[in-house]
């Protein structure tokens, strides 16, 4: 993520380049996830880096006959770290502005890794998956990739200089090395792929990446001759080219999360085609056209500014503090990015690359003091937090449980809304029949849904606990460590977005249907994220009545509406996320999809048009864990107690 130094030929294109996998970055991490393979620009950063850093060190080593890696490591140390501690200043600033406990709890140990290039490690040992980063957002996550890159710049140089040193310089046991390398990359990933472990291992790891590095450097072992880049022309480098575009394309606009491709060779795959991509930009033509365009050559040439600085300003500019979502809210957090980045670019990183300094402080001596100040802002930053956020979070109490024990009992935490509060009663009766082999902790709120928006008419019963929800929700989870967490949200999701928007978006809208499930996979990774099962409550009909509600005057509770969320959104879900399971309430309250308020003509199911009545609770909850969970009612003994025998799933329906 870095623009070459002075000694190698300068290329617009490739500045271009690295606009263009800025740019995808921000299309994935930005506002609504608009694009989502545009986590592969990492990996076009990656290749870039291997390509620039080798071809450096060969045209240093053809010059003077070594490499200087003393002058080397200074240099990329003066290139880098101005902005990483930037970077990690603004993180911790953030954290003491508007994080949430769990980010405050967790900062120290995020900054100290970011500052030792370890973020990689501590996300790779806390096992949550990448894109767990949008469910439980340290401000310092995307530093993962800096750290890998940090380590390959002092890893790499000695390798080389190894191997200069015991084949005699020659470039073709080199290229074979390499390539050797490349190939074991990949096939540790694979292998570890195929053998079942964690994604965040396969994604994080160094060792696992380390092939889309040496696809960049391989290239230049062919390219870098003499001072100069000579790109490949040969016969049917047209049709290359065309390939490596069509496949870099297609990868981008079709890759989704975790996508299982990528961890069976498409990194490397993808890696070679950027190496393609990489060759075609240096050579005259369409493509180098393109990419020296000037908007993508000036975003390019700021690029590692606006990746170090753009995370933070995310997570602050949020729907709910600007009250824009979409292609709007992208625009404002990328431009706000890009001007943190631009003046970092002219005011701190510049002069300290090409200069003594700043205003007259040698880099020498601002550097260590930078230093020192960063670490003492990353511990002020990761203080525990006030006691408003702990009386918030405290709202609902949690049971009197000890500490999660091997044999210990099982727990249940129950989060949503009104009916998910209902069935959690239900849940809790159950559990009260085990002599506290089950433990639950019912943190439901009414009127809360899990989509949220400032000056919300519909909103007035919403509570900051509904507003804040994943920090609510982390919270709970931290403390309780449930075994299962059972969620319920439907109604209150299902209004129109914006709402009181003319324009406003259903259900059934590309639109809408993608932003509702990124709300609802970041509320299971969430609630997954410390292990737990999770169970999804579905959406049951309502009553006539319920229509005149301020929420039925909104129209989310039509009963298409709830059809559409039951029978298409959330089986998309759970695809996306296999290991959530479903529980139909639905067809267990609404006999041929009628509302009624009773079942079999005495068994009295709903004290309103919306909620569920205490018996009925019970018996939905008794058939939620019967039929999903059904491993907790295996308990040992009579699980039941106190005259309540262990429930069947024939028995719970």
């Given at each position: 993520?870095?623009r070459?130094d002075t000694?190698l030929?300068?290329s617009?294109a490739?500045?271009?380049?690295?606009?263009?996998?800025?740019?995808?970055v921000?299309l994935?991490h930005g506002a609504?996830?608009?694009?989502?393979g545009g986590?592969?620009g990492?990996?076009?950063?990656f290749?870039?880096?291997?390509f620039?850093i080798t071809?450096?060190l060969?045209?240093?080593?053809?010059?003077?006959?070594?490499i200087?890696?003393?002058?080397?490591?200074?240099?990329?140390?003066?290139?880098?770290?101005?902005a990483?501690?930037?970077?990690?200043?603004?993180?911790?600033?953030?954290v003491?502005?508007?994080g949430?406990?769990?980010q405050?709890?967790h900062?120290?140990?995020?900054?100290?890794a970011a500052?030792?290039?370890g973020a990689n490690f501590?996300a790779?040992?806390g096992?949550a998956?990448?894109?767990?980063?949008?469910s439980?957002?340290s401000p310092l996550q995307h530093?993962?990739?800096l750290?890998?890159?940090?380590?390959?710049?002092l890893?790499?140089?000695?390798?080389?200089?190894g191997?200069a040193?015991?084949?005699?310089?020659?470039?073709?046991?080199l290229?074979?090395?390499?390539?050797l390398l490349?190939?074991a990359?990949?096939?540790?990933?694979v292998v570890l792929?195929?053998s079942?472990a964690?994604?965040?291992?396969?994604y994080f790891?160094t060792d696992?990446?380390?092939a889309e590095f040496?696809?960049g450097?391989?290239l230049?072992?062919?390219?870098a001759h003499h001072?100069e880049?000579r790109p490949w022309?040969g016969h049917?480098?047209?049709?290359?080219t065309?390939?490596c575009?069509t496949f870099v394309?297609v990868?981008?606009?079709a890759?989704?999360?975790?996508?299982p491709f990528?961890?069976?060779?498409?990194?490397?795959?993808y890696?070679l085609?950027t190496a393609?991509?990489?060759?075609?930009?240096?050579?005259?033509?369409v493509?180098g056209?393109?990419?020296?365009?000037r908007?993508?050559?000036?975003?390019?040439?700021?690029s590692y500014?606006?990746?170090?600085y753009?995370?933070?300003?995310?997570?602050?500019?949020?729907?709910g503090?600007t009250?824009l979502?979409g292609?709007?809210?992208?625009l404002?957090?990328?431009g706000v990015?890009i001007?943190l980045a631009?003046?970092?670019?002219?005011?701190v990183e510049?002069p300290?690359?090409?200069?003594t300094g700043?205003?007259g402080?040698?880099a020498?001596?601002?550097?260590?003091?930078?230093?020192?100040?960063?670490?003492a802002?990353v511990?002020v930053?990761?203080?525990p937090?006030s006691?408003?956020w702990?009386?918030l979070?405290?709202s609902s109490?949690?049971?009197?449980?000890?500490?999660?024990?091997?044999g210990?009992p099982?727990r249940?935490?129950?989060l949503?809304?009104s009916l998910?509060?209902?069935?959690?009663?239900?849940?809790?009766m159950?559990?009260?029949?085990?002599?506290?082999?089950?433990?639950?902790?019912?943190a439901a709120q009414?009127g809360?849904g899990?989509v949220q928006?400032?000056?919300?008419?519909?909103?007035a019963?919403e509570t900051d606990?509904?507003?804040?929800?994943?920090?609510?929700w982390?919270?709970?989870?931290?403390?309780f460590?449930?075994?299962?967490?059972v969620i319920?949200?439907g109604?209150?999701d299902?209004?129109p977005?914006p709402?009181?928007?003319?324009?406003?978006?259903?259900?059934?809208?590309?639109?809408?249907?993608?932003q509702?499930?990124?709300?609802?996979?970041r509320?299971?990774d969430i609630a997954s994220s410390r292990?737990a099962?999770?169970?999804w409550?579905n959406?049951p009909?309502?009553g006539?009545?319920?229509y005149d509600?301020?929420l039925?005057r909104?129209g989310?509770m039509?009963?298409?509406?709830?059809?559409?969320?039951?029978?298409?959104l959330?089986?998309?879900?759970?695809a996306?996320?296999?290991?959530v399971a479903v529980?139909d309430?639905?067809?267990r309250l609404c006999?041929?999809?009628?509302?009624v308020r009773?079942?079999d003509g005495?068994?009295?199911?709903?004290?309103?048009?919306v909620?569920?009545?205490?018996?009925a609770a019970?018996?939905?909850?008794q058939?939620?864990?019967?039929?999903t969970?059904p491993?907790?009612?295996?308990?040992?003994g009579e699980?039941g107690?106190r005259?309540?025998r262990?429930l069947?799933p024939?028995a719970a329906?």
């Amino acid at each position: 993520m870095q623009r070459p130094d002075t000694s190698l030929p300068y290329s617009a294109a490739l500045d271009g380049l690295r606009g263009v996998a800025i740019a995808l970055v921000l299309l994935f991490h930005g506002a609504g996830r608009l694009l989502s393979g545009g986590y592969l620009g990492v990996s076009t950063f990656f290749t870039l880096s291997g390509f620039l850093i080798t071809s450096l060190l060969l045209l240093e080593h053809e010059r003077r006959g070594r490499i200087d890696l003393v002058r080397f490591w200074t240099r990329r140390l003066r290139r880098l770290m101005p902005a990483a501690l930037l970077g990690i200043a603004l993180a911790a600033a953030f954290v003491l502005h508007a994080g949430t406990p769990s980010q405050s709890a967790h900062f120290r140990w995020d900054g100290v890794a970011a500052l030792v290039y370890g973020a990689n490690f501590r996300a790779m040992s806390g096992g949550a998956s990448y894109w767990q980063m949008f469910s439980r957002p340290s401000p310092l996550q995307h530093y993962w990739s800096l750290s890998i890159e940090e380590q390959f710049y002092l890893v790499y140089p000695l390798l080389l200089l190894g191997i200069a040193r015991l084949a005699g310089a020659t470039r073709r046991v080199l290229r074979v090395v390499l390539a050797l390398l490349a190939v074991a990359s990949t096939a540790l990933m694979v292998v570890l792929a195929l053998s079942g472990a964690h994604n965040a291992r396969l994604y994080f790891g160094t060792d696992t990446r380390a092939a889309e590095f040496l696809v960049g450097a391989l290239l230049a072992t062919f390219l870098a001759h003499h001072g100069e880049l000579r790109p490949w022309r040969g016969h049917g480098s047209a049709v290359v080219t065309l390939a490596c575009a069509t496949f870099v394309i297609v990868a981008v606009a079709a890759a989704g999360e975790d996508a299982p491709f990528f961890y069976r060779g498409g990194f490397t795959l993808y890696a070679l085609a950027t190496a393609g991509l990489l060759n075609a930009a240096l050579t005259p033509g369409v493509l180098g056209a393109l990419l020296a365009a000037r908007p993508l050559v000036l975003l390019g040439r700021i690029s590692y500014g606006v990746y170090v600085y753009h995370w933070p300003v995310v997570l602050y500019l949020d729907t709910g503090r600007t009250g824009l979502s979409g292609v709007a809210l992208l625009l404002l957090q990328a431009g706000v990015t890009i001007a943190l980045a631009s003046a970092s670019w002219l005011l701190v990183e510049r002069p300290i690359r090409t200069t003594t300094g700043v205003l007259g402080v040698r880099a020498g001596t601002l550097l260590p003091g930078a230093l020192a100040a960063t670490v003492a802002l990353v511990l002020v930053a990761g203080r525990p937090r006030s006691v408003a956020w702990t009386r918030l979070m405290n709202s609902s109490p949690m049971p009197a449980v000890g500490a999660k024990v091997p044999g210990g009992p099982t727990r249940i935490l129950v989060l949503g809304d009104s009916l998910a509060f209902n069935l959690g009663y239900g849940i809790a009766m159950w559990a009260n029949g085990t002599d506290g082999r089950v433990v639950v902790w019912n943190a439901a709120q009414y009127g809360c849904g899990l989509v949220q928006q400032p000056d919300d008419p519909w909103a007035a019963h919403e509570t900051d606990a509904c507003y804040y929800w994943p920090s609510f929700w982390e919270e709970k989870i931290d403390r309780f460590e449930p075994d299962v967490v059972v969620i319920g949200s439907g109604l209150w999701d299902l209004r129109p977005q914006p709402v009181g928007a003319p324009d406003a978006r259903w259900p059934g809208d590309p639109i809408f249907d993608r932003q509702l499930l990124d709300v609802y996979r970041r509320a299971v990774d969430i609630a997954s994220s410390r292990g737990a099962r999770v169970v999804w409550i579905n959406t049951p009909c309502v009553g006539p009545e319920a229509y005149d509600s301020p929420l039925g005057r909104s129209g989310a509770m039509q009963p298409e509406l709830i059809a559409y969320l039951d029978q298409k959104l959330l089986p998309a879900l759970a695809a996306s996320r296999p290991g959530v399971a479903v529980f139909d309430l639905f067809t267990r309250l609404c006999p041929d999809g009628r509302f009624v308020r009773s079942l079999d003509g005495n068994r009295r199911t709903r004290f309103d048009d919306v909620h569920l009545e205490p018996s009925a609770a019970r018996d939905a909850g008794q058939a939620l864990i019967a039929t999903t969970l059904p491993d907790i009612l295996h308990l040992g003994g009579e699980a039941g107690g106190r005259g309540t025998r262990r429930l069947s799933p024939a028995a719970a329906r």
